[in-house]
């Protein structure tokens, strides 16, 4: 199923052994397609990390941390999202994507809407926000009727496909709870419902992180686990397996029910659900990565922190939950783990994957062709090792502070300095991934967003691989 790894001797770049045979890489859309959308995701990177910044110290108006978690979650990782899954849905599925434009349109459409919807927030023009918000709901629903008509060429699912539907269903009922949050501000729509303004805030938040988000990364993992340790399930991993993609969605679907009606029996036995999902993940995402069978690399480091974050989120919250699953203080479970979940499980897995695909797409497009006509390099010389270990380092060192600042009741000053590394991790961060984009992409950052700059209607990936840079 896997292609050998190669030796120094070898042409045969070695990341490429852990792509399975049946991954069509012909099917992809043009690269430009999800660059835009990470090129975009990274910009909303680092305007969530300066806000998040400055924001405890009220060095912002209006709402900030409400600006902080949507320009890091539906800007910086939905929009990521957003590009992988346009990029590779069709690659795994074997298939084509549905439509190239709708994919450019709904990258646009959510952008606009969420840099609106962030600036009302701080302004305090709540009136906007039911227009920006509909914005954003217009791009994300795009982006589930494009990837949603793609998943429907491929049959029977497998379970990354499995994952990716359930995920899509999840959008579309949170981007609908996020609009009448939205509309809330200005209009009574609520009145009379059987719910209020908070349940329903918290189940568009249990929806958003634990449903869409969440349920895309596992589903990813399952793959991308495979593909880059070259190892398979085993023993215990298919109970575990089972566990989590039986129970998990359901767990979600009921906790956010629960949630949203404030029925404690349905909140504790989602919960339940979900924190034994995530504990099954974790357990089987570890035993592959010491599984791994390849030389470990950025990504996997980063998948590292990410398995130990999932387990020890599940260990902090089950207390936790069981005692009141209810509470806005849990709403992403243990105080104590919000970090664990936010940062170490969300924010490091979707490091580590970037710090592959990006390469990843780059080599298949510019230097796949070349094999065995020239010297081509691998795909993780792409990024520097350097710039790749000092960003880990600086997230790393920056997300343990603010894991352990709340529980230790340590000073603000180490808060502020885990923002502070944790910034400038993401700051290096990008900045290799975007070198990387411009020593070989076969197009500028700019021209992949605008491609009208080059004087290029369509997509910026037909030029010629030998065509000046």
Known sequence: MFARKATDDESVVTSMAAIPANVETDKQPPMSVPFRHFVVGLAFLLGGGLVGLLAPFGAL???????????????????????????????????????????????????????????????????LLPVFGGTMLAGFWMFVYNVGRTLLGSRPWDVTERHFAVALGFVLV?????????????????????????DLRTAHATLAVFGAVLTTVFGA?????????????????????????????????????????????????????????LFAFGIILARRLTGATVEWNPMLRRYAVVAASMIAWASLTVPVWIADPLSSESLFGAPSAMYLLLFGVIGFVVLGTLYHIVPFIIWVHRYSDMLGLADVPMIDDLY???????????LLSGFALLVIAEPLSLPRAVTALGGTLSLVGFVVFVGNIVMVIRNHGPSSVSSILLPQVSGQVGDSDEQPLDAPE
């Open 174 to 198: 949170l981007t609908v709870f996020g609009l009448l949050l939205a509309l809330g501000y200005t209009h009574p729509i609520l009145a009379g419902l059987p719910f209020d303004r908070t």
């Open 221 to 277: 993992l399952y793959q991308l686990g495979t593909m880059f340790t070259q190892s398979d399930l085993r023993g215990i991993d298919m109970p575990l397996k089972r566990v989590e993609e039986i129970g998990y969605p359901v767990g979600v679907v009921v906790l956010a029910t629960g949630r949203l009606f404030e029925s404690s029996t349905m909140a504790h036995i989602g919960a339940l659900l979900v924190v034994a999902g």
């Open 384 to 394: 520097d090792d350097r710039l790749a270990t000092v960003d880990f380092v600086a």
């Open 61 to 127: 108006p209006g709402q900030a941390m409400l600006v902080h978690l949507h320009l890091l979650l539906a800007g910086w990782v939905c929009i990521t999202i957003m590009g992988a899954m346009t990029q590779f849905v069709p690659v795994w599925s074997g298939t084509t994507l549905h439509s190239e434009r709708l994919s450019a349109l709904q990258l646009w459409l959510v952008t606009a809407g969420l840099f609106g919807f962030a600036t009302s927030l701080l302004l305090g023009l709540y009136e």
